[in-house]
């Protein structure tokens, strides 16, 4: 049998020596897969920007709902409020503006001003005004009709004010003189009487008399055993003034 022939195999002739070396499979998958999936990633990552761009504008597009806030009060709701509650006051300023002294009658001319201080008007306003004097005894003698007189102010506004003018008439016979000796003495007494829908009913009381020569604000009392005649420079001053 004759012998194969010197020099490289058969098998080495038809298959090259590189052929049968293995080849790195990292190379292959780098080089084949991942150029071909840059694109799709980077499109997908342009998609969820987009997405998330889009639903933040949505978001800031979107209406907010307002809060409906408590009603606040007006300032002249509150105002009218504030003076409705608070109390009405009133001040009143006495002049004697004549007296006179005659055989029979003693009358007084005064005018009365009434102040309103609070922030609400007053209305019907019935004043009442009576010539009294101080008794030494506890009984009540009744008074002639002419030492009473009634008048109303319909309405005093606001920090404003309404005066009224009258005259009071009081007998002598109904007159208990005081005696300062065997001096008789007369001290007149003003009893205001304020009543009105608005506020409680109120009593202010004036005494009257001639200013007082030695004691400054001090009164003294009109003397009845001089000449008939006008009594000048009667002062009225309050004796239970708030």
């Given at each position: 049998m004759?012998?194969?022939?010197?020099?490289?195999?058969f098998g080495d002739s038809l298959i090259p020596p590189e052929a049968n070396a293995p080849v790195a499979p990292s190379s292959a998958l780098g080089a084949s897969i991942w150029p071909g999936l840059w694109p799709w990633?980077?499109?997908?990552?342009?998609?969820i920007v987009a997405l998330i761009a889009a639903r933040i504008l949505r978001r800031r597009r979107q209406p907010k709902v307002p809060r409906l806030a408590a009603p606040a009060k007006r300032p002249a709701a509150d105002a009218a409020e504030q003076a409705a509650a608070t109390p009405l006051r009133l001040d009143c300023q006495l002049d004697i503006t004549g007296a006179a002294r005659s055989?029979?009658?003693f009358s007084i001319d005064y005018?009365?001003?009434v102040a309103n201080r609070a922030d609400r008007a007053v209305r019907d306003l019935a004043i009442t005004i009576r010539l009294d004097q101080p008794r030494q005894d506890s009984t009540d003698a009744s008074l002639a009709d002419t030492a009473e007189e009634r008048q109303t102010i319909p309405r005093i506004g606001p920090q404003q004010s309404?005066?009224?003018?009258?005259?009071?008439?009081l007998p002598l016979a109904a007159i208990a003189p005081l005696r300062q000796g065997s001096a008789p003495l007369l001290i007149p007494l003003l009893h205001v009487t304020l009543e009105s829908p608005d506020r409680e009913t109120e009593q202010r009381t004036f005494v009257v008399g001639t200013p007082s020569p030695v004691t400054m604000g001090r009164l003294q009392p009109i003397r009845l055993d001089v000449a008939p005649g006008?009594?000048?420079?009667?002062?009225?001053?309050?004796?239970?003034a708030p």
């Open positions: 004759p012998s194969s022939p010197a020099g490289p195999g990633l980077a499109g997908a990552l342009a998609v055989v029979m009658m005018r009365l001003e309404r005066s009224i003018t009258g005259t009071l008439r006008g009594i000048a420079g009667l002062k009225a001053q309050p004796v239970n």
